[in-house]
């Protein structure tokens, strides 16, 4: 639980760059019953920095072993299935639930029988280019950078 909620503070900071850049957007998902494969994936927006695909599993289909090189999430909006990690670690997929990915974690999805997930991918955040010894530190005077009023 320690880890989520720093992660979880990440993801909702990431997602609300894009979407307050561009301004406000809808996407319309399927409904689990329309289409006929086993595995449907719709690619709902594919943006710089934010990805929404809509997975849907049907008739018991096993996504093969896969990982993701960026944080995402995977919601579950409909059915029922098991997430499953290299580790051995099982999470059960229902309405509801919303299963958060490190990037680079290796993962199975298996639907039991139909299941409707919602993955957003966030790409990783950039992380600002180290400053010089002494830099924003008030140069010799090593601290704050402020001066007083009439004072050098």
């Known amino acids: 639980m320690k880890r989520i909620l720093p992660t979880l503070f990440l993801l909702t900071t990431l997602i609300a760059i894009p979407l307050a850049a561009d301004g406000l957007r809808s996407v319309t998902m399927k409904s689990p019953g329309t289409g006929g494969s086993d595995q449907d994936v719709d690619r709902l927006l594919i943006d710089r920095d934010l990805k929404l695909v809509q997975i ?39 309405p509801g639930v919303v299963v958060i990915l490190p990037p680079d974690l290796n993962h199975v999805v298996k639907a039991t029988p139909e299941l409707s997930l919602l993955v957003t991918r966030f790409a990783e955040p950039k992380r600002p280019a180290e400053r010089p010894a002494g830099a924003g530190r008030g140069g010799r005077r090593g601290g704050g950078g402020m001066m007083r009023p009439g004072g050098h």
């Open 56 to 94: 849907i599993l049907r008739n018991g289909k096993t996504m093969d072993r896969h990982s993701v090189s960026d944080p995402a999430t995977i919601h579950c909006v409909s059915g029922s299935g098991i997430l499953t990690d290299d580790n051995g670690k099982s999470i059960a997929l229902k």
